[in-house]
């Protein structure tokens, strides 16, 4: 079994900042992606930035490049999400997800097998 627990969400102001947590448990060989997703009311969820765990490779959606920034702890088993600069528009429940497929689309949500219960980011202008 896998699991993965997000925490760090938050309400701050825009132009504040936010550390998401994913502690992960379960099976961490064949992991192959980790990533970050959200999802605000009315829309679809999507990809926000993911790692390759083997190559250490990380994706970023170009509405968060340069703002935020993707990195695991392997001794910890704890993937992390920097959020500086936070705008309005990134106001969305977040999501940790796990895959353990190979050759997949770092970014994209039906590529991934498992997920964290999500934790509400909210931006307030």
């Known amino acids: 079994a896998v699991q993965l627990v997000e925490s760090g969400g938050g309400s701050v102001q825009a132009g504040g900042s936010l550390r998401l947590s994913c502690a992960a448990s379960?099976?961490?060989?064949?992991?192959?992606?980790m990533g970050w997703f959200r999802q605000a009311p009315g829309k679809e969820r999507e990809g926000v930035a993911a790692i390759d765990i083997s190559g250490g490779t990380t994706y970023y959606a170009d509405s968060v490049k340069g703002r935020f920034t993707i990195s695991l702890d392997n001794a910890k088993n704890t993937l992390y999400l920097q959020m500086n600069s936070l705008k309005p528009e990134d106001t969305a429940m977040y999501y940790c997800a796990a895959s353990y497929w190979a050759g997949i689309q770092a970014l994209g949500t039906d590529e991934y097998n498992y997920w964290g219960q999500g934790t509400q980011v909210t931006v307030s202008s």
């Open positions: 379960g099976a961490a060989v064949s992991r192959s992606h």
